[in-house]
């Protein structure tokens, strides 16, 4: 009897079907075609790619940033969001936190929420904790987990260091709570738990 080969199963994208690249080589080959048309996210995502050296790219944050700015130059929030990283961490820049935060704001004001916690971030580090509250919470709107654990966690240290100032009440963090669920109600699909299954981006945040 002739053996039965078996076909190997191939991964398909849960959004639109189609085979999902196997080799680093797929990968980038597929990126650089969009970023040959101008493509905003895959110039980000390509700076990405040299920012930490993967998909076989030599890491090169230099690289990096030329291309986060010209995703920036789109309209790619997340790009300004990279660029903002590179000077508070100092990555093929001079560490300048002014810097940092001028390219955060204007990843936040474009949307991104990761932008929106860290300016949170940068205000309960100076004492405004009310100015930091009001970031956190807008973060949380959009399903940014990280930004409803930081209120948790000004609300359970608030409880015992009233006098420190650094609290938030268990309004804030009752309404967090909720514009969390909310935003969960709202984006929750079958659809979306078949794509967090697939790909860890794909999770919710």
């Known amino acids: 009897m002739h053996a039965v080969l078996k076909k190997r199963e191939v991964s398909l994208c849960p959004f639109c079907r189609t085979p999902t690249p ?11 075609k969009r970023v040959e048309v101008g493509d905003a996210m895959a110039l980000c995502s390509l700076g990405c790619d040299y920012s930490i050296g993967e ?21 790619c929030a997340l790009a300004y969001f ?23 704001e204007l ?6 929420v990761g932008a929106r916690h860290n300016l949170g ?10 100015r930091a509250l009001k970031h956190y919470i807008i973060a949380v709107e959009s399903g940014f987990t990280k930004s409803l654990e930081t209120i948790q966690r000004m609300y359970l240290y608030g409880t015992l260091m009233e006098d420190k100032g650094e609290i938030a009440t268990k309004e804030d963090y009752t309404k967090a709570s909720q514009a969390y669920q909310n935003y969960l109600h709202k984006v929750k ?13 794909y999770k919710y945040l």
């Open 82 to 104: 990279h660029i903002g990283n590179a000077y508070n961490n100092g990555n093929g820049v001079v560490r300048d936190k002014k810097k940092a935060t001028y390219y955060y």
């Open 189 to 201: 699909s079958s659809q979306r738990d078949e794509a967090a299954a697939f790909r860890y981006r």
């Open 22 to 32: 196997e080799t680093d080589e797929e990968v980038i080959g597929k990126l650089m």
């Open 107 to 112: 990843a936040a004001m474009r949307g991104d």
């Open 55 to 75: 998909k076989g790219l030599p890491q090169d944050y230099v690289k990096a940033l030329e291309l986060w700015h010209q995703a920036a130059k789109l309209g």
């Open 121 to 130: 971030v940068f205000e309960q580090q100076a004492g405004n904790f009310e």
